[in-house]
Nanobody, 115 residues
Framework: QVQLVESGGGLVQPGGSLRLSCKSS????????VGWHRQAPGKARELVAR???????NYADSVKGRFTISSNNTKNMVFLQMDSLKAEDTAVYYC?????????WGQGTQVTVSS
């Protein structure tokens, strides 16, 4: 069982930045992968970024060069630094982890990009 708790969402102007945090109740080193998905109203949930245990990192094409995923294994936290935010980045952002064959999700944190 894994509990994931996100924080750091909020309202930001286009071109601004936010840093999302995800706190895991279990060691990140035990996870096959951990990362972030997002879901805008009326749209399917989509991958934003994830990091695998072997070190491979995936980013959605729409966020490459603007978002950076990182982790702190000592604190069991994963982060998403979001720069140059656009209105289309507005969504609920969810932390997600695969742990021993099961998928776990956080409750989500709202990110709104608006002038």
């Amino acid at each position: 069982q894994v509990q994931l708790v996100e924080s750091g969402g909020g309202l930001v102007q286009p071109g601004g930045s936010l840093r999302l945090s995800c706190k895991s109740s279990r060691n990140l080193s035990d996870m096959y992968n951990v990362g972030w998905h997002r879901q805008a109203p009326g749209k399917a949930r989509e991958l934003v970024a994830r990091v695998f245990s072997a070190g491979l990192i995936n980013y959605a094409d729409s966020v490459k060069g603007r978002f950076t995923i990182s982790s702190n294994n000592t604190k069991n936290m994963v982060f998403l630094q979001m720069d140059s935010l656009k209105a289309e980045d507005t969504a609920v952002y969810y932390c997600r982890a695969y742990f021993y064959g099961s998928e776990y999700w956080g409750q989500g944190t709202q990110v709104t990009v608006s002038s």
